[in-house]
């Protein structure tokens, strides 16, 4: 079965750092998303992107968040300053469609920023 | 506001019982998802029941959703150990933004 594929699976970084996360959404799908969780806390949304723009965000994709779909298959998402707060698991999703397609998650990307 | 607060927040059972849980939400929603999060591993997608839908099966799942209560329910029929995990609900207003709940961790003992 198509899966949601994630790298790295962990990434260290030094606060004031920037930070990539790599994601390479299931082929068919059109919609991508990022969402996060902070150690013990909820799944946050963080971003949707479809047709190379950026569809919905949260009041926590400030302007230190960037995503980018570079080429066919790979969607990105970029930590300009990462912050202490910013350590959590990152997770990309993708689905087929919006408002009613289940969304398929990768396995996550755990960032700690020291 | 809040969405997709689940209960119990923990549940420990035996293989072969049923697991019982519920989740609330607050706004009006288009649909309302189940996930399953094993432990350090991203989410895997288990049901979607649409808003005018009232009761869903998939296998040993059976979701409930009653938006006149603004709840859902999930039932585990006959459990297994490998069903121990973090159940979540995500309410969906339409655009595939989801709101998750904090989850109920359910513990299945063989």
């Known amino acids: 079965e198509p899966e949601v594929t994630q790298t790295p699976s962990h990434q260290v970084t030094q606060m004031g750092q920037e930070v990539i996360l790599r994601c390479v959404p299931i082929s068919n799908h059109l919609y991508f998303y990022w969402y996060r969780q902070i150690l013990g806390q909820k799944v946050e949304f963080l971003v949707s992107f479809y047709n190379n723009e950026i569809s919905e965000k949260s009041e926590i994709f400030d302007d230190q968040f960037s995503v980018e779909r570079p080429d066919g298959s790979n969607f990105t998402l970029k930590i300009r300053s990462t912050k202490l707060e910013d350590s959590a698991m990152y997770f990309c999703?993708?689905?087929?469609?919006?408002?009613?397609?289940?969304?398929?998650f990768g396995n996550g990307t755990r960032l700690t920023v020291t | 506001s809040q969405q997709g607060e689940e209960d119990p927040q923990a549940l420990s059972i035996q293989e072969g019982e049923n697991a019982t849980m519920n989740c609330s939400y607050k706004?009006?929603?288009?649909?309302l998802q189940w996930y399953r999060q094993n432990s350090g591993r991203g989410l895997v997608h288990l049901i979607l029941i649409r808003s005018n839908e009232r009761e869903k099966h998939s296998g040993r799942l059976r979701v409930t959703l009653d938006t006149s209560k603004k709840s859902s329910s999930l039932l585990i029929t006959a459990s297994r150990a490998a069903d121990t995990a973090s159940y979540f609900c995500a309410t969906d207003a339409g655009w595939g933004k989801l709101q998750f709940g904090a989850g109920t961790q359910v513990v299945v003992t063989p």
């Open positions: 999703a993708s689905s087929v469609g919006q408002g009613g397609s289940p969304l398929h």
């Open positions: 706004t009006s929603i288009n649909n």
